[in-house]
């Protein structure tokens, strides 16, 4: 196991703060916050996973999962960050990626609750999502099949 990185007090304050504004629903505020804290302290994992969890409320995927990867590439043991890159695929609608993400966190840490309770809920969705892409692959192989070849244009 890795060891934990220690942010600096200044970081963590920001990061209070961020966790304050976040609980009154000011989503926007919260990850200035959490971005002055990764600011401050540029190997703070947690800072990056609360920036993520910002940018989720807000529905900023593709900025949560840049936040959230390194997160976990600073912190590749961060059960937290797994189960939160878990729910970006989520809200993206990827439920077999967010399945991936959410028994990653229950490697690093094998009694986390929200992880447990992702997996219950996702898993009947990733399901359907690979149901859902074989019969996508089925057609677009039948259309393959059944197309005739393309015809050559002469050359002029």
Not at 22 to 27: F, I, S, V
Not at 85 to 105: H, N, Q
Not at 110 to 126: C, G, I, M, S, Y
């Amino acid at each position: 196991m890795s060891e934990v990185h220690d942010p600096s007090p200044e970081a963590r304050a920001q990061r209070d703060r961020g966790l304050g504004l976040l609980d009154l629903g000011k989503a926007e505020e919260a990850l200035a916050a959490f971005e002055a804290a990764t600011d401050i302290d540029i190997n703070f994992a947690e800072g990056y996973g609360w920036a993520c969890a910002a940018q989720v409320q807000l529905g900023r995927f593709e900025e949560a999962m840049r936040n959230i990867d390194h997160a976990l590439w600073l912190d590749p043991f961060y059960a937290w960050g797994w189960n939160r890159k878990g729910m970006v695929f989520f809200a993206m609608g990827d439920f077999s990626g967010a399945l991936t993400c959410f028994r990653k966190s229950l490697e690093c840490e094998p009694d986390f609750e929200p992880a447990k309770e992702n997996v219950k809920r996702t898993q009947p969705l990733a399901q359907v999502n690979a149901a859902l892409v074989d019969i996508d692959t089925e057609k677009r192989e039948m259309y393959r099949m059944g197309a005739p070849p393309a015809k050559k244009k002469p050359l002029r």
